[in-house]
């Protein structure tokens, strides 16, 4: 994708000067400057003719061996670069370096020039390994040239990060890209680069390696910076400028916006046409971009045309042995397939992987993709047992690469780079459900791909705070900083909203600091990778329990070749479920389509809300028909379910569904809900009982404001017009009564119940917190303009940045909150965001006793962003939340009920059940009381010792 930047950044390397004095090398060396001008002005076949004219005057005066000869030699490797002729090119370059190695000085900047050049070459034939060897060559040379060679270094530095993706090292390739930006960066260099044209390119780079990795926010800040800067230094019509328009416009077309995309591809065309010729084979590269973006606009004939167009560029000049010439025949394959030419399609498929395995190997990126399109397009064409084979290669592959990634970078980028995987891991379900509902294999791959990829982003980041807490030489710095910047970037975001100027600036200086620390952060612990455990249905089936089973539930949508690839998001999703048994055997049902089962949960909740009985039993029902039911009869001899819910599926009470048999769900079952069936796992192999710094720690009724509150048994949930919140007798009587059954418990309450006491937490054993919850929804800014005549048009403004972090949205409401003065600095409203940074690594339990706990926003695969995910990542093995907003005295009579059941030696999931059932059968018999809340994590018994 960068092959002509590449070119420009040679262009931009200094001329050499030549020191002979013989009349002949003067005369050559005046040739080789007139073609590098020529060069730099894209005349190239002009170039090329006048390099060749310093060759022949050379020869003729026998002076092949003189220094005038290197410049010679290079300038001619770049130029059959530049059309394609890549073994020619390599030819040169090899000739130039041997000479040079012969009559020039060892720190001669025009060595390193030679060698970076090579790399170009090695590249693009797809040798990294040599090319990155010829990089770090020539960085070497450049470093012993001194400080006139700092612009060299930096943009051979950005192209080793290029090398480093290319291989799929993408730790390596991010370390070395912002060390290529902080030369021309005056805040962390005292001596920046003014190099505007280089910066300009190392720019565009960086912004097409975040894209690459699902960052689209980097990448569009990236990108735009580099297209506007190449405008103003070359103009509209030059090269630079279309080489940076066109990787903004593959992030175009990532994120949908094909229409835009597709203008963007034919004003580059255009400018490359006119500036390199039409049979160039570099404009190959913007024929391949055009028909992808055709291809995803469902245009596939047209597609067709671009791909065969470019494949004829590239193959008049010999290039066919290149990744490039294998990514235009996978995409040829692909528009095939939509086409329905199978035959055709898998002959292409065939030729590309071919190529990859050649020049990549088999643990390569662009190995898997080609596998996975191999394998739809069998799956299409009725040849399971293949399809199967190659998407299990592929996974392989994929789950190598994504270890490497999620090691690196800042949370968002970790959970954009699975996002950008979607498609990929969604294949292993649709082969399942789709084209193979009937085979073993393709349901064992279909579930042995949920539990490697299903909430992977929040393991990494728990097991990095855990990492955290075990390392004796960790940064504590950084640590504490990152923790200020996420309560400052909680406070701006709730009390501004984001709206103002100001507050904008403030917010997006606090989200770029909250970035960088936390890949400083992640860079100083190092590697992981370690402490992961690649998921098997053994190991996963080992940690249930004799009498459990787990439900593993999965939203996905089929593959459907008529549907554009640009429209695949209104291809209908549908949910799947697997049931695996201790003794490693497994069920599966396909459960219909999501927006139906959605929409029943969201009514089933309405209806509890209510307290509608007839609605609420009815709806009951029905979705134990369409969840449960199809496993029921694998049910029969169970007496614990751990559910692993997908998308909206974390927000259904399961326990409050209607069997056949007309009873509750919890009546016959014990419930725990999972983020994964891979955490059973992590619970299996943890000890039973860690280490905590104190027994337990209480939060009862915070003084939120003593003045204007007044007492109230309603909701335990925010006031969103006055920002006040009413006191909460029953919570203060719940944490009294806890209190005096754990005498050494610590219980605050009133204006001492604070968020920076809560913030200040040192693995507490149980933390309880009987408070106001929260969580705001996104707030959409619609505005309905009128004109006239009764029509109306509806504007939809750009989105507060308040909700750009779903942590933020969620939260408890601490002493002070009515005013945003809670002191210590603090507003009084603990954020899920600033939660999660709490320390609570020694935490066995976690009740959080408010509402809408367990709400939040969700992300399919991912689960819910909000406090549960808070508490996970802050360390807490247990977690007890509430999916509605909850009464304070059935509640109060709920938790304490729990925990007497607790110390009378029952388990987690055993205690909370009892206590649920208890309320059922006596005085809150509506599931509005006692279906609230949901137990999350590790369901065992607690050690309270």
């Known amino acids: 994708m960068r092959i002509v930047l590449t070119i420009l950044l040679l262009a931009s390397l200094p001329n050499a000067v030549c020191t002979a004095q013989e009349s002949a ?100 034939l797809g040798d990294q390994t040599s090319a990155i060897e010829s990089l770090n060559r020539a960085i070497c ?66 912004g097409a390696f975040y894209r690459d990795i699902g960052d689209y926010d980097k990448a569009s800040k990236y990108l735009l910076q580099s297209v506007k800067q190449s405008e103003q230094l070359h103009g509209s019509s030059s090269i630079p400028f279309a080489d940076a328009l066109k990787e ?78 294998a990514t235009l025949l996978n995409n040829l394959a692909w528009s095939h397939l939509r086409e329905g030419n199978f035959g055709e399609g898998e002959k292409q498929l065939d030729r590309a992987l071919k190529l990859y395995l050649e020049i990549h190997g088999s643990e390569h990126s662009e190995t898997a993709n080609a596998l996975s399109t191999r ?27 994504i270890r490497l990634t999620l090691d690196v970078g800042s949370d968002k980028a970790k959970l954009n780079f699975l996002r ?37 982003v929040m393991e990494v980041l728990r097991d990095r705070r855990r990492h955290l807490s075990r390392t004796k030489h960790v940064d504590e710095g950084l640590v504490e900083q990152l923790g200020t910047v996420k309560a400052e970037l909680s406070k701006s975001l709730l009390q501004t909203g984001g709206v103002s100027h100001e507050a904008k600036l403030r917010i997006h200086s606090l989200k770029d600091k909250q970035d960088q620390l936390e890949r ?91 307290r509608s009985e007839a609605e609420t039993r009815r709806l009951g029902k029905e979705l134990y028909e369409l969840l449960v039911f199809p496993l029921h009869r694998h049910l029969a001899d ?33 419930l725990t809900y999972l983020g994964c069936g891979r955490d059973l796992i992590r619970l299996s192999s943890e000890p039973t009982k860690r280490e905590a710094v104190s027994p337990m720690f209480i939060v009862a009724n915070p003084a939120t404001d003593a003045e204007l509150g007044e007492e109230s048994t309603a909701r335990r949930s925010r006031h969103h017009e006055t920002r006040e ?117 020694g935490t066995e339990l976690a009740v959080l006793s408010a509402c809408q706990t367990a709400v939040g926003e969700v992300y399919d695969g991912e689960g819910v962003f909000g406090l549960r995910r808070a508490l996970v990542l802050a360390g807490a093995r247990t977690q007890v939340i509430s999916l509605w907003n909850i009464d304070d005295q059935s509640t109060s009579v709920l938790m304490q009920q729990f925990y007497k059941n607790l110390q009378n030696g029952q388990s987690r999931s055993e205690a909370i059940r009892s206590s649920q059932l208890s309320l059922l059968r006596n005085d809150y018999k509506s599931p509005i009381h006692w279906a609230v809340f949901q137990l999350s994590g590790d369901w065992r018994s607690l050690n309270l010792d």
């Open 25 to 124: 090398a003067n005369e050559a060396v005046k040739y080789v400057n007139r073609a590098r001008w020529l060069r730099g002005h894209s005349r190239m076949q002009e170039a090329r003719n006048a390099v060749v004219k310093a060759e022949q005057i050379l020869q003729n005066a026998n002076e092949a061996g003189d220094p005038a000869m290197v410049q010679v030699l290079g300038e001619l490797a770049i130029l059959e670069r530049v059309f394609g002729r890549l073994e020619d090119a390599l030819k040169y370059a090899k000739r130039a370096i041997s000479l040079a190695d012969l009559v020039l000085d060892d720190d001669s900047t025009e060595r390193g020039h030679l060698l970076y050049t090579l790399a170009m070459i090695e590249s693009q």
């Open 141 to 206: 040379v450049f470093e012993d040239a001194g400080s006139e060679s700092r612009v060299d270094i930096a943009m051979s530095t950005s192209s080793l990060a290029a090398m480093y993706d290319a291989i799929g090292n993408i730790p390596q390739a991010e370390t070395h890209f912002m060390e290529a930006l902080h030369h021309f960066d005056a805040k962390v260099n005292p001596n920046p680069i003014d190099q505007p044209i280089v910066y300009s390119m190392i720019l565009t780079s960086v």
């Open 248 to 325: 903004y416009a593959f992030l175009l077309k990532k994120r949908g916006q094909l229409h835009e995309a597709q203008i963007h591809y034919r004003r580059v065309l255009a400018i490359e046409e006119d500036r390199l010729g039409k049979t160039n084979p570099n404009i190959a590269f913007d024929w391949h971009m055009l028909g992808g973006v055709m291809a995803a606009s469902g245009e596939n004939k047209a597609a067709i045309d671009c791909d065969l167009k470019a494949i004829e560029l590239y193959e008049n000049v010999n290039a066919g042995k290149t990744p490039f010439m």
């Open 375 to 401: 394998s739809v397009l069998k799956a299409h064409a009725g040849k399971l047992d293949g399809a199967i084979a190659d998407l299990k290669q592929a996974t392989k592959i994929y789950e190598r690469i």
């Open 420 to 456: 950008s995987l979607e498609g990929k891991t969604n294949l292993a379900y649709c082969l399942h459900f789709q084209f193979a509902p009937n085979n073993q294999n393709a349901a064992r791959l279909a579930l042995e791909t949920i539990l490697q990829r299903k909430g992977r």
């Open 520 to 610: 400083q952060l992640v860079s100083s612990l190092g590697s992981l990778g370690v402490d992961y455990q690649e998921p098997s249905l053994a190991s996963v089936a080992q940690g249930l329990p004799t009498k459990g089973v787990l439900l593993e539930y999965v939203k996905y949508w089929d593959e459907d070749l008529s549907v554009p690839q640009g429209a695949r998001a209104s291809i209908p999703r549908r949910y799947g479920v697997y049931l695996l048994r201790s003794d490693q055997t497994f069920e599966f049902a396909l459960l219909g389509k999501a927006d139906r089962i959605d929409s029943k949960i969201i009514e089933f909740r309405k209806a509890i809300a209510d």
């Open 638 to 670: 169970k007496r614990q379910i751990l559910i692993s819910p997908d998308s909206f599926l974390n927000l259904l009470p399961f326990c409050a569904l209607i069997d056949d048999r007309d009873r509750f769900l919890i009546e016959d079952f014990e």
């Open 725 to 841: 919140f009413t006191s909460l007798p029953g919570a203060e009587a719940e944490g009294k009564a806890i209190k005096r059954m754990f005498p050494a418990a610590s219980l605050v309450s009133g204006k001492e119940a604070s968020e920076y006491i809560v913030k200040s937490l040192k693995s507490p054993q149980m933390v309880h917190v009987a408070s106001h919850g929260f969580f705001l929804p996104r707030i959409r800014r619609e505005v309905f303009f009128d004109y006239g005549g009764g029509k109306t048009m509806k504007l939809l403004l750009p989105e507060p940045l308040l909700n750009e972090n779903p942590l933020v949205r969620s939260g408890l409401v601490m002493a002070g909150a009515d005013h945003f003065c809670g002191g210590h600095g603090d507003d009084g409203i603990l954020t899920a965001l600033e939660l999660s940074n709490v320390d609570l690594s």
